[in-house]
C-alpha cells in the first residue's frame, strides 16, 4: 500500500472546543511528512490522534476515521497498547526515564512489551537501534550512564532510539528540535532523512526552514482546518492557498 | 473509545481495594472505640464528661480530672510554644543569615524525630529538678499567694508537662509557620520598607495583615500533637486524678490515664471508662486537626489569590 | 523626630535579638537533651547491653538485646504489613484518585495521620488481645502498622505525583500497558522518595512507646514466639525510668541512647535517599 496512515474527516474536540475540524489526508508511506502552522492551529493535537495518546485525556474526543493497515484505530476491536507499537512517537521535550541507565531507557519497550528475550538478542536490539539514532559511537562506553545525564541532544536521540526499538512502522515526532540547540537540531535533521528510508514519518514543526530541509509532503494547519497539503517543493515555490503563501512568506504567524 | 485493557481495569481495582482498606482501618478504629465505650456510656452517659469522681474500686468513673488535665497541660505548652515557634520562624526567614538558616531548621526538625519516651526520660531526670528547684519552689514561696502558684511543689506538675509538651510540639508549629510566612509576597514586604519601614515594623504590619490566621491555624495544630502526646506527659505530670487549680500541683491527663490503667483495668465497666477517655480523646483531636486544616487551607487559598 | 527615629531603630534592634533568642531557646533543649543522653546513657553502654537479656534489680550488668530484637520483630511485622497496602493505596490515589471515593480515602488519611499513638493501642487491644486473650508481637504490630500506613500513603501519593506526565506520556507511546507504567515506570521514577517516606514512617514507628503498653506488654526474656508479650526497648526505657532504682536509671539512658541511635541511623538513611534522589 502506497498510504501508511489514512486520515478521513477527523474532528477532535476538548470538551466544547473544537480543536480540529474535518482533516482528511493520506500519508504516504517511507516518507516525511512535515505538519506545520502557527501556535494553536491544532498540529500538535493532530498527531496525538494518530497513535490514541489522547486517550487518556479527561474531556477529549473524536470523530472521523485514522485508517492504519485499512483499518480504523478509533475502533472498539483496535488496542490501543498494540497499536501504539506500531505507531512510535518522539516528544518536544527530550523525556528519556530518570531513573534508569541508558541502555535500560532503549531496551525498556521491549522488556515489557510481553516478548520475551534472552539478554544477547536485548543487547543486539539496543545496539542496533542507537546506531540508527546515531548515538552508537558517542554512546557505547557508557551505556550505563543515566539517560538524563546526557545533552539534550543525545537526550533525544535516546529517545528516538528507544521509540526504534520496539520497531514501529510510523514514528510520530512533535517538534523534536524545540528545545535544542542549532548543532544538535542539525544531528536530528539529518537522522530523519535517513531514517525515511525505513520509517514514514510525521513531523510537526513551526520552523519553515526545517520544513523545507526535511520534509517530502507538507500539510499547512489554520485553526484546526487543514488549509492544502502537498509535495514539499510545491508548498514552498507555488502554494494553492492565499493563506499558506501568507504563512510562509512571513506576512503572519 | 477509552482502551480499556481488563488488565489496566484489573490493577486499578487492585490499588482501589488497597485504598478502600485503608478507608475501612479508619472507619474501623472509630467504630471498635465507639462499642467498646458502649457500657460506659449506658452508665454514666453525659455525666461522664464532667464528674470529678475517678474510683475504680467503686467502679465509679467520671473524665473530668483528665480532660481538665489534658486541657490545661497543652494550654501552658502553647503559650510556651506558640511565641517561641512563631518568633524563630521569623528569625529563621527574615533574618538568620544564609549560613544558619539551614543548620537552624534542621536542628529544629530534629527535634520532632527525638522518641517521646525520651523526652519522658529526660523530663523527669533534668527537666523536673530544674523546674522544681529553680522556679516552682521559689515562685510558690514569694508568689504562693496567687492561688495559681500555690504549693507544696514536689516536682511532676501541669507546669513541667506543659514545659515539656512546649518543646516537643514546638517543631510542628515552627515547620508551619515559616511556610505560611513565605506565602507573603514579596511585593507586600517591599513597600513596607520602601515606605521608609523598619524591618521590624515590616513583619509587624505584614504579619498583622497576612498570617495571624496562618499562625492560629499552625497553633491549633500543635494543640492536636500535644492534646493527644502520651509518653512524656504520664512521666512528668504526676498522675493524679484530681483537680487542683495551681499548676504546680499534679495533674492527669486523658492519654496518661489510658497509659498507666490499662493493663490494670479488670471490670468490663473500669475498661469502658478507659475507652471511652480514648473515645473522647480522639474526638478532640479530630476536631482540632480539621480546625487547623480549615484554617490553612482557606490561608493557601488567598495566598493563590493573591490577597 | 530624631528621637522618634531613635526610638524605630531601637525598636527594631530589640525585636531582631528577640527573635534571635528565641530561636536559640528553640534547640537548646536539643542540645541539653543529647548531651545527658550521651553523658548518662555512656555509663551502661557496653557491648553486653546489646547482648544480654536485663539482669534482675541489684544484679550489675545485663543488657537489652531481647528488647532490640522485640522492636525490630514488632516493626518489621508492621511494616510488612503496611508498606504493601500503603503504597498500593498511595498509587490509586496518586494514579486513579478523583472522585468522591478518592476523597474519602484521603480524608481517612489525614484523620488516621492526626490520632494519637496511645489510641492506636486500644486499637491493637480491642482488635487482637482481647479476642486472643492475650498480649503479643501481632497486637503491637497491628497497632504500629495504624500509624505507620497512613504516613507512607501521603509519601507515596506525594512523590508520584513529583512524576512528570511526560515520562507516563512516553512509556505509553511505547506501547507500554498502563499498568506496567505505573508499577514499573512512574513507581520506578519516584522509589527513592518512596523509600524515604518508608524510612522515616520506620524511624517514627520504632520509637513510639504508647500503642505497645497493653498489645506487646514487654518481656523480661527472649520472645518464645509472635503471638506472645514481647519486650521492646521503649517500654524498657519507660520501666526503666519509672522504677525506684538507681542502677535501672543509668540502663533507662542506655535504652534511650540506643534507641536515638537507630531511630537516627534510620532517618538518615533517608535523607541518603533523599539526596540520591536529587
Redesign the interface.
Known amino acids: 500500500m502506497e498510504n501508511a496512515l489514512q486520515v478521513k474527516d477527523l474532528c477532535a474536540w476538548f470538551g466544547d472546543h473544537q480543536v480540529l475540524k474535518n482533516i482528511t489526508m493520506d500519508i504516504r508511506r517511507n516518507s516525511v511528512t512535515s505538519v506545520m502552522g502557527p501556535s494553536g492551529c491544532g498540529k500538535s493535537t493532530f498527531i496525538r490522534c494518530l497513535n490514541r495518546m489522547h486517550d487518556l485525556t479527561p474531556g477529549f474526543r473524536v470523530a472521523g476515521d485514522v485508517l492504519f493497515d485499512g483499518r480504523n484505530i478509533y475502533s472498539e476491536k483496535i488496542d490501543p497498547v498494540l497499536l501504539r507499537r506500531k505507531v512510535g512517537m518522539v516528544f518536544q521535550q527530550p523525556n528519556p526515564f530518570p531513573r534508569m541507565s541508558a541502555f535500560e531507557n532503549v531496551a525498556v519497550g521491549l522488556k515489557f512489551n510481553g516478548k520475551k528475550r534472552s539478554r544477547a538478542e536485548m543487547a543486539e536490539t539496543v545496539e542496533k537501534s542507537l546506531r540508527m539514532a546515531a548515538l552508537w559511537d558517542e554512546l557505547k562506553d557508557h551505556l550505563g550512564r543515566p539517560g538524563s545525564s546526557l545533552s539534550g541532544g543525545q537526550q533525544q536521540r535516546l529517545c528516538i532510539a528507544r521509540a526504534l526499538a520496539v520497531e514501529p512502522e510510523v514514528l510520530l515526532m512533535d517538534e523534536p528540535c524545540s528545545a535544542l540547540d542549532p548543532m544538535s537540531t542539525a544531528k536530528i535533521e539529518e537522522l530523519i532523512e535517513d531514517l525515511s528510508d525505513k520509517y514514514t514519518i510525521v513531523v510537526v514543526t513551526h520552523n519553515m526552514q526545517q520544513a523545507g530541509r526535511i520534509s517530502d509532503y507538507v500539510a499547512f494547519f489554520l485553526l484546526g482546518d487543514l488549509i492544502e497539503m502537498d509535495k514539499a517543493a510545491k508548498i514552498f515555490t507555488n502554494p494553492a492557498d492565499k493563506r499558506t503563501e501568507e504563512y510562509i512568506t512571513g506576512r503572519f504567524g | 473509545m477509552r482502551g480499556d485493557n481488563p488488565k489496566d481495569v484489573l490493577f486499578e481495582k487492585a490499588t482501589a481495594v488497597f485504598a478502600f482498606g485503608v478507608l475501612f482501618l479508619a472507619v474501623l478504629l472509630f467504630a471498635l472505640l465507639v462499642r467498646e465505650s458502649v457500657p460506659a456510656i449506658r452508665k454514666f452517659g453525659a455525666a461522664f464528661l464532667v464528674t470529678k469522681t475517678w474510683d475504680p474500686v467503686a467502679e465509679n468513673f467520671g473524665a473530668l480530672p483528665f480532660i481538665y488535665g489534658t486541657l490545661v497541660s497543652s494550654f501552658i505548652a502553647l503559650l510556651i510554644a506558640v511565641p517561641l515557634a512563631v518568633g524563630s520562624a521569623i528569625f529563621i526567614n527574615e533574618f538568620a543569615p544564609e549560613w544558619l538558616k539551614n543548620p537552624v531548621s534542621f536542628l529544629a526538625e530534629l527535634l520532632a524525630a527525638i522518641p517521646s519516651v525520651i523526652y519522658g526520660l529526660w523530663g523527669i531526670f533534668v527537666l523536673v529538678p530544674v523546674l522544681r528547684d529553680l522556679l516552682m519552689k521559689p515562685a510558690a514561696h514569694y508568689l504562693g499567694w496567687i492561688p495559681l502558684f500555690k504549693g507544696p511543689v514536689y516536682g511532676p506538675s501541669m507546669l513541667a508537662a506543659g514545659v515539656l509538651l512546649s518543646i516537643m510540639i514546638i517543631p510542628f508549629i515552627l515547620s508551619v509557620s515559616r511556610e505560611v510566612l513565605a506565602t507573603v509576597p514579596r511585593l507586600q514586604k517591599e513597600a513596607v520598607l520602601s515606605l521608609g519601614g523598619t524591618h521590624w515594623e515590616m513583619i509587624r504590619i505584614v504579619i498583622g495583615q497576612h498570617c495571624i490566621p496562618g499562625i492560629f491555624g499552625a497553633t491549633v495544630l500543635g494543640l492536636g500533637r500535644a492534646l493527644g502526646e502520651t509518653m512524656a506527659v504520664t512521666m512528668v505530670i504526676g498522675n493524679r486524678p484530681e483537680i487542683f487549680f495551681s499548676i504546680f500541683q499534679p495533674g492527669y491527663s486523658m492519654a496518661a490515664v489510658i497509659a498507666n490503667e490499662f493493663t490494670e483495668a479488670t471490670g468490663q465497666l473500669y475498661l469502658s471508662a478507659l475507652v471511652e477517655i480514648g473515645l473522647v480523646l480522639f474526638l478532640i483531636t479530630f476536631v482540632a486537626n480539621l480546625a487547623a486544616k480549615g484554617i490553612l487551607n482557606t490561608m493557601v487559598a488567598r495566598a493563590g489569590r493573591g490577597l | 523626630m530624631e528621637s522618634i527615629a531613635f526610638r524605630?531603630?531601637a525598636?527594631?534592634r530589640v525585636?531582631?535579638g528577640?527573635?534571635?533568642?528565641?530561636?536559640f531557646?528553640?534547640?537548646l533543649?536539643?542540645f541539653?537533651?543529647f548531651f545527658?543522653?550521651l553523658w548518662?546513657g555512656a555509663r551502661e553502654l557496653k557491648w553486653t547491653l546489646l547482648t544480654d537479656l536485663p539482669h534482675p534489680v541489684g544484679e550489675p550488668g545485663g543488657g537489652i538485646a531481647n528488647g532490640i530484637l522485640g522492636t525490630l520483630s514488632i516493626a518489621g511485622l508492621a511494616m510488612a504489613g503496611g508498606i504493601?497496602?500503603?503504597v498500593?493505596?498511595g498509587?490509586?490515589?496518586a494514579?486513579?484518585?478523583r472522585g468522591k471515593?478518592?476523597s474519602?480515602?484521603r480524608f481517612?488519611?489525614?484523620?488516621?495521620t492526626?490520632?494519637?499513638?496511645?489510641?492506636?493501642?486500644?486499637?491493637g487491644?480491642?482488635?487482637w488481645v482481647l479476642p486472643m486473650k492475650r498480649f503479643s508481637a501481632w497486637a503491637a504490630a497491628a497497632s504500629l502498622a495504624?500509624i505507620f500506613?497512613?504516613i507512607v500513603?501521603r509519601t507515596t501519593e506525594e512523590m508520584l505525583k513529583t512524576v512528570?506526565a511526560?515520562?507516563r506520556?512516553?512509556?505509553?507511546?511505547?506501547?507500554?500497558?498502563?499498568?506496567?507504567t505505573?508499577?514499573?515506570?512512574t513507581v520506578?521514577?519516584a522509589?527513592?522518595g518512596i523509600v524515604t517516606g518508608i524510612l522515616l514512617a520506620m524511624?517514627r514507628i520504632?520509637?513510639?512507646?504508647?500503642p505497645l503498653?497493653?498489645t506487646a506488654?514487654g518481656n523480661q526474656f527472649w520472645q518464645s514466639g509472635l503471638d506472645q508479650p514481647i519486650a521492646a526497648i521503649?517500654l524498657q526505657?519507660?520501666n526503666y525510668?519509672?522504677s525506684p532504682y538507681d542502677d535501672w536509671?543509668d540502663k533507662?539512658?542506655a535504652g534511650?541512647l540506643v534507641?536515638?541511635g537507630m531511630?537516627?541511623a534510620i532517618?538518615g538513611g533517608a535523607r541518603y535517599f533523599t539526596r540520591v534522589r536529587k
Open positions: 524605630r531603630r525598636a527594631d525585636t531582631r528577640l527573635f534571635a533568642l528565641s530561636a531557646v528553640v534547640i533543649p536539643l541539653l537533651i545527658d543522653l548518662k504493601p497496602m500503603a498500593m493505596a498509587i490509586y490515589l494514579e486513579y484518585g471515593f478518592a474519602a480515602v481517612a488519611v489525614d484523620t488516621l492526626g490520632v494519637p499513638s496511645i489510641i492506636m493501642g486500644i486499637f487491644y480491642v482488635l495504624m500506613i497512613p500513603v512528570p511526560s515520562v506520556e512516553a512509556a505509553l507511546a511505547l506501547g507500554i500497558e498502563r499498568w506496567k505505573t508499577l514499573f515506570i520506578r521514577t522509589t527513592a524511624a520504632i520509637g513510639e512507646t504508647a503498653l497493653f506488654l521503649p526505657v519507660f525510668a519509672i536509671h533507662a539512658w534511650a534507641l536515638i531511630v537516627l532517618s
